[in-house]
């Protein structure tokens, strides 16, 4: 095998083993960013011997131990067996036993809930929301830096800073690297489903730039879903998560034109959704409800999402049921944003003039000022009420205020067709 392809096969290997690895060591130093560093070791000695020795049968176990010989290094240079002796004792056992042994032992006890308290460290409130997402995507997407700032188009020494100071945060604050219990557990899932969805989020509707949809966003945070919906099987609203984010996936494919250009939801080929993913997602939702979870803030997207993705045709969407369900979510989380999605709804459900009533409520409310999907409903909703001169100069008005190009584009010519079309 040539090196680049070796050193291919290592990034690879890496990617997926790295949170593994970050998880183990940090159960043993209790300190993440010692723990990234000491990974990261393993990978620089995995690129040093790999294109000699050969990529070995098994990389991630290689990966593992190659990161123990450092740990154990680390440990004794610095004298942290006997500062955290007392600590972490019953884990690496006494010093008179010999090292490795003991510390097999410790790093590769229950992975799964290594993992878990890794999701719940990288996502601790203390942390900031944008620091949260760069650390969760560099520890546990496995993602650089380069990556994390190009997806969120952000300079990459921005990203680099976050999270030296996240992670810098971290230490200072004394987290204890433990998923947490009672009240504070329930607190902690919040902010780490919060940043999962916001990582989604941006992956489906690019908040800025020239593409439209961040499709390997997406796919990270489905992948950081389902692996929390494995280590924490009986939270219903870590599965309401993954069915809103399986269901909405599936029409990845189909929100895209030939061009890269947006295809919003009723205008879309529904043969082009991916059924294996809409399965997976109503299977989740089921589960979420089966749990006791049915009016979670994310199980009733998901139930939202389910019925465009039971709907066979646009027609067939039960909007009177999409306008009950936003009801329970706004009385469940109040929000301009969700109201805003309600009046859209009920606009389907009951005719323009009514969610157009609901609309022209919101337009006074100060988060929403710059937002431009306000005035992006307001300007349909006027179209087809056949006021097209007040819908043109609202649409390009939200024009205006996205930051996406695509969505620009998008708007300006939905304002040049109410421009075109004749006055009634």
């Known amino acids: 095998m040539a090196a680049s392809d070796v050193h291919r096969a290592i990034h690879a290997v890496f990617r997926i083993e790295s949170s593994r690895l970050i998880a183990g060591l940090a159960r043993m130093v209790r300190d993440v960013g010692l723990a990234e560093e000491l990974a990261q070791d393993a990978l620089v000695t995995a690129l040093e011997r790999w294109p000699e020795s050969g990529v070995p049968d098994n990389p991630g176990a290689w990966l593992m131990a190659a990161a123990k010989r450092r740990a154990i290094d680390e440990l004794r240079r610095s004298k942290r067996i006997e500062r ?90 004394r987290v204890p690297f433990e998923v947490p219990r009672g009240a504070e557990r329930a607190a902690r899932l919040s902010s780490v489903l919060q940043v999962i969805y916001l990582i989604f989020n941006e992956g489906y509707s690019a908040t800025a730039g020239d593409d439209w949809m961040r499709p390997a966003l997406c796919e990270d945070a489905l992948r950081l879903g389902r692996i929390l919906a494995e280590l924490a099987p009986d939270e219903p609203e870590v599965h309401g998560l993954v069915a809103l984010m399986e269901i909405q996936a599936s029409r990845s494919r189909a929100r895209v034109g030939p061009s890269g250009e947006p295809v919003l939801l009723l205008d879309q080929n529904r043969a082009r959704w991916d059924h294996v993913l809409i399965r997976r997602g109503l299977a989740a939702l089921e589960r979420a409800e089966v749990l006791g979870g049915a009016r979670g803030f994310y199980a009733l997207q998901a139930a939202i999402a389910a019925c465009h993705a039971r709907a066979r045709t646009a027609d067939e969407t039960d909007w009177a049921r999409i306008a009950a369900l936003y009801g329970v979510l706004a009385a469940l989380a109040p929000s301009p944003v969700v109201e805003l999605n309600r009046a859209v709804a009920v606009s389907m459900a009951f005719g323009p003039a009514a969610g157009l009533e609901i609309v022209d409520a919101l337009r006074a409310e100060p988060s929403l000022q710059g937002y431009h999907l306000l005035p992006s409903v307001r300007g349909d909703l006027l179209a087809k009420l056949g006021r097209l001169d007040e819908a043109c100069a609202e649409l390009e008005r939200a024009a205006s205020l996205t930051r996406n190009a695509r969505e620009r584009a998008l708007l300006h010519e939905r304002a040049a067709a109410c421009a075109r079309a004749p006055s009634h």
């Open 84 to 173: 955290k002796h007392e600590e972490i004792g019953h884990e690496i056992g006494a010093q008179q036993a010999p090292f490795a042994p003991d510390l097999d032992a410790a790093l590769d006890d229950d992975v799964g809930d290594d993992l878990l308290r890794l999701v719940f460290t990288a996502c601790h409130p203390v942390l900031s929301t944008e620091a949260r997402i760069a650390l969760t995507l560099r520890l546990l997407g496995g993602l650089t830096t380069e990556e994390i700032a190009r997806a969120f188009l952000v300079p990459e020494p921005t990203v680099a800073q976050r999270i030296v100071r996240a992670k810098r945060t971290l230490t200072e604050a």
